[in-house]
């Protein structure tokens, strides 16, 4: 098993900045694929980023390119979303999410990852 727990949302103006957090724990060893996804109420859940334990590599959605920034400590086991440059359309629950595998090829499709966290409110205010 693999537990995440999301912090560091809030609320912000637009132009401001976050980082999010997700601390994984239990089998994290397994964990090939990490990524953070978005929900508004009443909408699918949106990749917002992915990232890969093994190689290292990341993705975007169109949308968040060059503002939001995946990273991770591996030796704190923690992912880590950095947003800037906020928009109010940035507005959602956002969570952190893990698949255990080889993490040579990872998506931004929520059907793809098996853990989840519980979700941090972020706002951004106009």
């Known amino acids: 098993q693999i537990q995440l727990v999301e912090s560091g949302g809030g609320s912000v103006q637009a132009g401001g900045s976050l980082r999010l957090s997700c601390a994984a724990s239990g089998y994290t060893y397994s964990i090939g694929c990490m990524g953070w996804f978005r929900q508004v109420t009443g909408r699918e859940r949106e990749g917002v980023a992915r990232?890969?334990?093994?190689?290292?590599?990341?993705g975007y959605a169109d949308s968040v390119k060059g503002r939001f920034t995946i990273s991770q400590d591996n030796a704190k086991n923690t992912l880590y979303l950095q947003m800037d440059s906020l928009h109010p359309e940035d507005t959602a629950m956002y969570y952190c999410a893990a698949s255990p595998g080889p993490g040579y090829y990872c998506t931004q499709r929520a059907g793809d990852y098996q853990y989840w966290g519980q979700g941090t409110q972020v706002t951004v205010s106009s």
């Open positions: 990232f890969s334990t093994t190689t290292k590599t990341t």
